[in-house]
């Protein structure tokens, strides 16, 4: 294992620990393993995210309100805005692929 | 490869919203389709893992190929913006991630349809989804999926730079976007930039202050980083293309994927690659023109055409042997496109995967599987979960 892997295991451990979430030295082999084969899959991780968002089924023209409440009203409202969006909104679609 | 049917979990919907996926059906049926899965055996997605490293060593030797030879009008970027994309390219901008969408035909090398280099969604359902769908039907089973965790370590590489706040953008109104980008801040969040640190913007709200010369948020801060699903080509175009070749916000994706997330890439890829044995076996031969195309695979040759700037499979024509098999409607049928060679996808019954190879902080790491009843995959193709045997 190059050290840089090594440093970055080191730390994904630390964060997922941290996150409440622990890994088994046998995950760490596996993860080793496959680095060292070149070869995919085969993972046992668990999985840390779980939705932390604000989502309001009835807001909002579409039905769903995406903006989350930490907005504010800007305290010195000097930048222009709206000088981004328009060709998204323009072909109707998102933004995605 | 195969595919199989498996009864959905009872209360699906419920299960895949409470981890995010509010977009499970879109027109009444399911976009998440858990009545379905593919299975490969052990060391069967080895060729999808070369293939997309391959493509990636591809892509990059491209990119340096179009600012070497000065081909932006290919890609229809304008003289203005030449010196922001080189810079970038240059002063080597950590990317993120993208989706190498391959076709692969039993027996076959993968061939890659096209890379979503600068927007690519579809995340969540293959980093999260899939894998509580898997833990649920099949625990002790594997998946070619590390997405997460190679999600974690970019971030983390990102904030080694000593970026100090890191915004994420979507288009408002769009689920989806939504959704794909506060994925990316929980993960950023988690990678150590905290919940304040990793803050959501809609991308309409990105302000521009005159008088600092930068990009600001909500709060009038200064923009240091920000993910934008938002595509480059759109950006440059619109009111504040401009001002980005004067503020010093880092951008995510950096703006040289503008070259990779155009169909440009495919004729150049081929360009470059085409006579070599070993890598031409990713790509399909592709033209800038259909003259083109005919004088080097044969007047009947079938293709696809795609607009260079076309997204979601929109304005897509499928020609099988002087006849069109297949064609979708969109907004981008007006600008220049390019052709290339068909080749069919796999049919299962009547349905035509594809296989979605992620590619993250320069890892091939997970897979995302879209099928649709057509030979086009567009927006609203089901993903369609896999099982790797152990």
């Known amino acids: 294992m190059k050290l840089t892997q090594a440093i970055h295991l080191s730390l994904i451990g630390s964060v997922l620990v941290l996150a409440g979430c622990s890994r088994t030295d046998d995950e760490d082999q596996k993860d080793d393993d496959k680095d060292k084969n070149g070869r995919p899959g085969h993972t046992t991780h668990t999985h840390t995210w779980f939705p932390r968002y604000y989502y309001h089924p009835s807001g909002g023209s579409t039905g769903v309100s995406t903006t989350t409440p930490t907005h504010s009203t800007p305290s010195s409202p000097v930048s222009g805005r709206g000088g981004f969006g328009s060709t998204g909104h323009a072909v109707g679609g998102h933004a995605g692929t | ?390």
């Open chain 2, 1 to 390: 490869m195969r595919r199989n049917l498996l009864a959905s979990r009872d209360g699906w919907q419920q299960i895949v919203e409470k981890q995010g996926l509010y977009y499970h059906t879109i027109d009444g049926v399911p976009y998440w389709d858990e009545s379905v899965y593919y299975s490969f055996d052990a060391g069967e997605l080895d060729p999808l893992e070369k293939a997309t490293y391959a493509c990636n060593e591809m892509c990059l030797a491209a990119v340096q190929h179009a600012i070497d030879h000065k081909l932006f009008d290919r890609f229809l970027i304008s003289p203005a913006f030449v010196d922001f994309v080189v810079n970038s390219w240059e002063t080597e901008e950590q990317s993120i991630y993208g989706r190498f969408d391959f076709c692969c035909q039993p027996s076959q090398p993968p061939k890659l349809l096209e890379y979503n280099a600068d927007t690519p969604t579809a995340l969540l359902e293959a980093s999260v989804i899939q894998w509580f769908w898997l833990k649920d039907r099949f625990p002790t089973a594997s998946q070619f999926n590390n997405i997460h965790e190679r999600l974690m370590e970019v971030f983390q590489v990102i904030r080694g730079e000593g970026l100090p706040r890191f915004h994420f953008a979507a288009m408002k109104g769009h689920l989806e976007d939504y959704m794909t980008v506060q994925y990316l801040r929980d993960v950023a969040a988690q990678a150590g930039y905290g919940e304040t640190g990793a803050t959501y913007l809609d991308i309409e709200d990105i302000g521009w202050n005159q008088r600092r010369r930068t990009f600001t948020d909500l709060q009038e801060r200064s923009l240091s980083a920000i993910f934008k699903l938002y595509p480059w080509e759109w950006m440059i175009r619109e009111q504040f293309g401009p001002d980005l070749l004067e503020g010093e916000t880092r951008w995510f994706e950096p703006a040289w994927k503008i070259l990779l997330s155009n169909k440009s890439l495919l004729p150049l890829l081929w360009q470059l690659f085409g006579a070599d044995p070993e890598k031409s076996a990713y790509l399909l031969p592709a033209f800038w023109s259909e003259e083109d195309l005919k004088r080097h695979l044969g007047l009947s040759a079938s293709f696809v055409k795609k607009p260079i700037l076309s997204r979601e499979g929109c304005n897509i024509t499928a020609v099988d042997g002087g006849r069109v098999i297949a064609e979708t409607g969109g907004p981008y049928g007006a600008g220049p496109c390019i052709w290339q060679q068909l080749h069919r996808l796999p049919n299962f019954d009547g349905h035509f995967p594809v296989l979605g190879s992620w590619l993250v902080n320069g890892w091939a790491c997970g897979m995302g599987i879209r099928e649709d009843a057509t030979p086009i995959t567009g927006n609203t193709s089901r993903f369609v979960p896999h099982v790797l045997a152990q």
